[in-house]
């Protein structure tokens, strides 16, 4: 019997760092313009993850290009660069950005995946060993 190679889809998703989430937030996207204006648009995001998102565009971005995400709801603004843009190009594209750093708490998940919390600098420093209870503790 022949084996199929996993495809490149299953490849990246072995190297992910941090499970994605189906959500939609609303964010805003801000951007430098062709002509040094500052631009922005308003989006959602299809998934996210502690170390980003994919977001749907208008705007015209490119590989490597600084974004700057901002979490409609909170206000809070996080600097990332583009990494992935959909080869569908209709009204909108699919367009994956990557924080420069990882950001967890950005979009304020109260069920991240277990992973947003274990491999993040940023969640571990912020639970410290005392809060941890052992559940084979007596009481």
Not at 25 to 37: R, T
Not at 80 to 105: A, I, N, W
Not at 107 to 114: G, K, L, Q, V
């Amino acid at each position: 019997m022949d084996t199929v190679p996993p495809s490149n889809s299953a490849d990246k998703d072995a190297q992910r760092r941090s499970q994605r989430v189906m959500v939609k937030v609303s964010v805003v996207v801000l951007a430098q313009g062709a002509d040094n204006k500052r631009v922005s648009e308003e989006t959602r995001t299809v998934t996210v993850n502690a170390h980003g998102a994919m977001v749907l565009l208008e705007l015209k971005v490119s590989i490597g290009q600084l974004l700057t995400l901002r979490n409609s709801r909170t206000g809070e603004e996080a600097p990332c660069r583009v990494v992935y843009l959909s080869p569908h190009q209709s009204e909108k594209r699919e367009v994956g950005v990557d924080f420069m750093k990882p950001s967890p708490r950005f979009w304020r998940i109260s069920f991240p995946p277990s992973d947003w919390t274990t491999r993040s600098p940023e969640a571990k420093a912020s639970q410290p060993s005392s809060t941890r209870t052992n559940s084979k503790q007596k009481r």
